[in-house]
């Protein structure tokens, strides 16, 4: 090889080396994606205006001691609110259950009214009951249409038409158009909470100093 020609080879190889080195001087780059969310129902609120329902004092010579003596009803606004439209029930417990008067409500009221409606008012200090109540919604109103107040007695697998009394578990009340048993989705219902009480023969107990009404529920809301 002449020495042109060994000087063209030398100069091909360093160019060719150049490249080379360009090429493995490039930094490889990559980029994240992530996939987020959340599966939840909509967020609901549940509220009672006044959840307290005060029957003051009561003379015990206006109770019967053969009777039971039904008290007069006591009435507040309710309210759900959804962010959007959303099937919704209330679940209800009564914290006083060991009180109940079996058979109150049937003889008070009618025989549809069996003890799952009947929510105890407490003891004397004697251990005595003193009688019960019931709870029920009326003049409800979900995203401005009239709604019937509907039960289920299998935790909502199956659905009836109600009177809007709110029975204990597996029971669970709901609303639902006048069309269909079966509950809608609303984003808000609006109503009256109302509770009656009934208190037991007074010959079942011994008024004394006298005697404290202790009813005590708790209404959830649940989704459906």
């Not at 009340?173 to 109302?194: C, Q």
Request: a positive charge; one cysteine or more; hydrophobic letters at 40%.
């Amino acid at each position: 090889m002449s020495k042109g020609e060994y000087m063209r080879y030398k100069s091909c190889v360093i160019a060719m080396t150049g490249v080379c080195v360009a090429l493995f001087g490039v930094t490889a780059q990559a980029a994240d994606v992530r996939v987020k969310g959340t599966i939840a129902p909509a967020s609901c609120s549940f509220t009672i205006t006044q959840s307290v329902f005060d029957y003051g004092r009561i003379q015990p010579s206006s109770l019967s001691a053969t009777q039971y003596t039904k008290l007069e009803r006591k009435s507040t606004p309710f309210a759900v609110k959804c962010d959007a439209a959303t099937l919704v029930s209330i679940r209800t417990q009564d914290n006083r259950a060991s009180s109940k008067v079996p058979g109150m409500m049937q003889a008070a009221f009618n025989s549809t009214y069996n003890d799952m409606f009947n929510y105890g008012l407490g003891v004397s200090t004697k251990n005595e009951k003193i009688g019960g109540y019931v709870m029920l919604m009326s003049n409800t109103v979900a995203d401005g249409k009239a709604v019937r107040v509907n039960g289920s007695s299998n935790n909502g697998a199956t659905w009836t038409v109600g009177d809007g009394a709110l029975a204990q578990p597996p029971h669970l009340t709901s609303w639902a158009s006048s069309a269909s048993t079966a509950p809608v989705a609303l984003s808000t219902v609006s109503g009256n909470l109302l509770v009656q009480a009934v208190i037991n023969k007074t010959s079942a107990f011994s008024v004394g100093s006298g005697i404290s009404l202790d009813g005590h529920a708790t209404l959830e809301l649940r989704y459906l």
